[in-house]
């Protein structure tokens, strides 16, 4: 059985930064893609990042390019998600998944964690 576990979420200000993990056990790590993806209140999830099995391929939702930076770790089985200069709209729940390819379409990824809160305050 596949578990997807998100950490590190939690309230900061304005302009401040904050990583995320996310661990994955069950299947072999470095043979999957993993994704992250947020939802806020009333809006839909989105995508925001995604990595391939080895890292090279790193797509971001054009909101957070250049302020957000996906990587894996896969001797720890971990992927982290470094979110610097967050902003009130990047509040949302944040949620780590694994598929079979870094992409933008979240039906391409069958494991999800249960998400975890981060919040920006102005």
């Known amino acids: 059985q596949v578990h997807v576990l998100e950490s590190g979420g939690g309230l900061v200000q304005v302009g401040a930064s904050l990583r995320l993990s996310c661990t994955a056990s069950g299947r072999t790590f470095d043979a999957y893609a993993m994704g992250w993806f947020r939802q806020s209140v009333g809006k839909e999830r989105e995508f925001v990042a995604a990595?391939?099995?080895?890292?090279?391929?790193?797509p971001y939702a054009d909101s957070v390019k250049g302020r957000f930076t996906i990587s894996r770790d896969n001797a720890k089985n971990t992927v982290y998600l470094q979110m610097n200069s967050l902003k009130p709209e990047d509040t949302a729940v944040y949620y780590c998944?694994?598929?079979?390819?870094?992409?933008?379409?979240?039906?391409?990824?069958?494991?999800w964690g249960q998400g975890t809160q981060v919040t920006v305050s102005s």
């Open positions: 998944a694994q598929g079979l390819t870094a992409v933008q379409n979240q039906g391409a990824y069958d494991y």
């Open positions: 990595i391939s099995w080895n890292g090279g391929s790193t």
